[in-house]
């Protein structure tokens, strides 16, 4: 198997697999290089003090997305707890209520976004990106994990 992606390798490098990498201005290995583009054309970190700052901006917002899973949850088990007092009558499917209902919605379509955006960072291959995304969930979780998880029980 070994011999089967080494041989695949030496044809894509043969066929300029990375030239079209190079051209792209793109690393195909994770790095600590200066350079990479962050979500915009405009957005390169090009010291170190500016990827410090968009590495603390991608730490910070990893923490605002479990922040977000946490509001989520909680108000899920609120919502829930509201249409089965306001519901005498046994039904299958909970009823629509547009507060309720367009909430969630915006709440997931925002969790999605940031997902999206964290994606593209890592896209990037920028070591430091990864780890301050990676470490933004860690802290958030542990910050807001609690209150999704209590609130599913």
Known sequence: ?????????????????????AASGMMGTFHFTLGDSLWFAGWIPQSKGALTGACIGLFLLAIVDRWLASCRAMLQTQWTRRVRLATKARIDAPPFIPKHDLARGALHALQALLGFAFMLAVMTFQAAFILSVVGGLGVGEMMFGRYAAAALH
């Open 1 to 21: 198997m070994f011999f089967i992606l080494l041989l695949l390798a030496q044809q894509s490098l043969a066929h300029g697999g990375t030239a079209a990498v």
